[in-house]
Structures are given as C-alpha cells and as structure tokens.
C-alpha cells in the first residue's frame, strides 16, 4: 500500500519542483518512477514508526500520512545534485517528529484506522476468571503477622 501518489507529489509541490527534483536524465521532464521510488522509501519508514501501533496495512490512508509520505519523499529526493534546502529539511523533521509522537502514542492516525489492539475472537482467544473472595484477610486474622 502506498501512502501517497505521483499526482499527490505535484499537488502538493507544483509540477515544476517535482521535474527539478526528479529528471535524473536531465531531459528537461519529471520522472514519475523516480518520484514513485522515493514514495516507496517513504512508505517503509513510515510503517517502520507505526507498525507498533497499527495494523498494517492500513484499510485507509490518512490524510496526514499522504502530506507526510510526500515531504518525506521529497527530501529523499535532494541530495548531491539537488539542492536541499531549509524548507525541505525542516519539513522532513517535522514529518518525523509526528510519526515518533505517533509510534509513542501520543497521538493518533485518526478514527476509522485500523490499531494492533484489536482482539480477535475464536477458540484462541483468551479468557480471564475472576475467583472467589480473599480468604485471609487483616481483619480475618486480627491485623496480626503472618
């Protein structure tokens, strides 16, 4: 399941950054499989902070996750040739310091996204019985020592 699309990286930057950082070849047009790989690295590390909470994957994407998977896919796409600048890495930073309140629990993905704390039911499942009352108690032995 991917978090965010080709279409959703120039919605949110504009057509003309995502040919700048994308056309490797430098033919003057965007790279929709270059964009594409960034989005599948973003999808890992974005699953690599809420796999402990949720289930994955997710039915629905959350919005706020397609917004993140395309910051986080954008600074991946920067580097040496492309300049990386103060907007990009501050919101990657950002992107990450959600995805860690997010994996600590903090805050949610929202309702309607299926969490890890559901519990299944069947033969498997797990019962609790609750016993009779304490049999010895302070009163019962006159608040003495064992």
Request: net charge neutral; aromatic share 8%; charged share 25%.
């Amino acid at each position: 399941m991917s978090y965010a699309t080709y279409q959703d990286m120039v919605e949110y930057f504009g057509e003309r950054e995502v040919r700048l950082i994308s056309d490797r070849d430098k033919n003057g047009k965007p790279d929709p499989l270059v964009v594409e790989g960034a989005l599948q690295t973003a999808d890992g590390e974005i699953d690599s902070f809420i796999a402990g909470r949720y289930s994955l994957p997710l039915r629905e994407t959350p919005r706020v996750l397609v917004g993140i998977a395309c910051d986080i896919a954008r600074y991946r796409l920067v580097g040496t040739e492309r300049i990386e600048t103060t907007v990009i890495l501050e919101r990657y930073k950002m992107a990450i310091r959600y995805l860690e309140k997010v994996a600590a629990g903090t805050v949610t993905l929202g309702s309607g996204v299926n969490t890890g704390t559901t519990v299944e039911s069947g033969e498997d499942a797990v019962q609790f019985c609750v016993g009779a009352a304490r049999q010895f108690t302070r009163r019962s032995t006159r608040g003495g020592a064992y």
